[in-house]
């Protein structure tokens, strides 16, 4: 099983920064694709990220895309979602997700985060 929890979230202002990071607990976490998802109250959850198990291959929502970097450090078991340049669009509570499979463009993930607070005001 993988078991997940986020942290780093928080208030910043727009323009600012964060880094959230998402520990895992589990033997096969290098195998795993790994995802970030958000969700903004009265809006469906959103993906915005995946890595591949290396990390060497990554893909990002439209929205976030040259703003957020995902990136993985598997002797840690912990992923990493840096995001620079945030608007207040970005308030949303992100999840971290994993699942078994290569395949990063398939959003099915076998395993949720409790979920981390992003607050940007404007």
């Known amino acids: 099983q993988v078991q997940l929890a986020e942290s780093g979230g928080g208030l910043v202002q727009a323009g600012g920064s964060l880094r959230l990071s998402c520990a895992a607990s589990?033997?096969?976490?290098?195998?795993?694709?790994m995802g970030w998802f958000r969700q903004a109250p009265g809006l469906e959850r959103e993906f915005v990220a995946a890595i591949s198990g290396s990390g060497g291959i990554t893909t990002y929502a439209d929205s976030v895309k040259g703003r957020f970097t995902i990136s993985r450090d598997n002797a840690k078991n912990t992923v990493y979602l840096q995001m620079n340049s945030l608007k207040p669009e970005d308030t949303a509570v992100y999840y971290c997700a994993a699942r078994h499979g290569g395949n990063i463009y398939d959003l099915r993930y076998d395993y949720w985060g409790q979920g981390t607070q992003v607050t940007v005001s404007s």
């Open positions: 589990g033997r096969t976490f290098s195998t795993c694709t």
